[in-house]
């Protein structure tokens, strides 16, 4: 039997049925795969409500515990303010690697708990960090402005890194 002769518009018209069938199960399965992630993956890290001060701050640093609080605290202690994205994964997934991440380098809630040498290492590296214009996260200040330092706000935070370091060592 002879094969039926198709011209150049029904080549066309059939690579473009394929292609939207393509496309249709691409986006069926991707949405299929963002309902099922919905029930496995790891927890988001806990959060305490109340914790004990921890960094502790002077009467003179209201302004410095302001900005910590603002850019640092949300991956740096245990009083994250989880946003509504994070109910949502795999967006979950990404924020709690980036926590757990956050509080395994400096939790400002253990504070207390770190030996002189530890605050003293991690009040340096603080400062670089921020002198280095690495902390917040530009992912982070991306969809949490507020948490945008100015360059003022991140020179007196430099500053007070290294004069909480001498306090530190005076004790």
Same mark, same amino acid.
């Given at each position: 039997?002879?094969?039926?002769?198709?011209?150049?518009?029904?080549?066309? @018209?059939?690579?473009?049925?394929?292609? +939207?069938? $393509?496309? $249709?199960?691409?986006?069926?399965?991707?949405?299929?795969?963002?309902?099922? !992630?919905?029930?496995? %993956?790891?927890?988001?890290?806990?959060?305490?409500?109340?914790? #004990?001060?921890?960094?502790?701050?002077?009467?003179?640093?209201?302004?410095?515990?302001?900005?910590?609080?603002?850019?640092?605290?949300?991956? @740096?202690?245990?009083?994250? +303010?989880?946003?509504? =994205? !994070?109910?949502?994964?795999?967006?979950?997934?990404?924020? %709690?690697? @980036?926590?757990?991440?956050?509080?395994?380098?400096? +939790?400002?809630?253990?504070?207390? #708990? =770190?030996?002189?040498?530890?605050?003293?290492?991690?009040?340096?590296?603080?400062?670089?960090?921020?002198?280095?214009?690495?902390?917040?996260?530009? #992912? =982070? $200040?991306?969809? @949490?402005?507020? !948490?945008?330092? #100015?360059?003022?706000?991140?020179?007196?935070?430099?500053?007070?890194?290294?004069?909480?370091?001498? !306090?530190?060592?005076?004790?």
């Amino acid at each position: 039997m002879k094969q039926p002769f198709y011209g150049i518009g029904q080549k066309l @018209h059939l690579v473009r049925c394929s292609m +939207n069938k $393509t496309i $249709t199960y691409m986006v069926a399965g991707g949405c299929i795969f963002i309902l099922l !992630a919905q029930f496995v %993956g790891p927890e988001l890290p806990p959060v305490q409500k109340n914790p #004990s001060e921890g960094i502790g701050f002077d009467q003179g640093e209201a302004q410095i515990k302001t900005w910590l609080r603002t850019a640092c605290y949300d991956c @740096h202690s245990m009083e994250t +303010n989880y946003p509504w =994205y !994070a109910s949502v994964k795999p967006f979950s997934w990404l924020l %709690g690697q @980036h926590i757990r991440k956050g509080r395994a380098e400096l +939790n400002f809630t253990e504070w207390q #708990s =770190y030996p002189r040498r530890t605050q003293l290492r991690k009040l340096r590296d603080m400062g670089e960090e921020l002198e280095q214009d690495n902390m917040p996260l530009k #992912s =982070y $200040t991306l969809v @949490h402005p507020q !948490a945008k330092l #100015s360059s003022q706000q991140r020179d007196s935070m430099i500053a007070w890194t290294e004069l909480r370091a001498r !306090a530190v060592l005076g004790k």
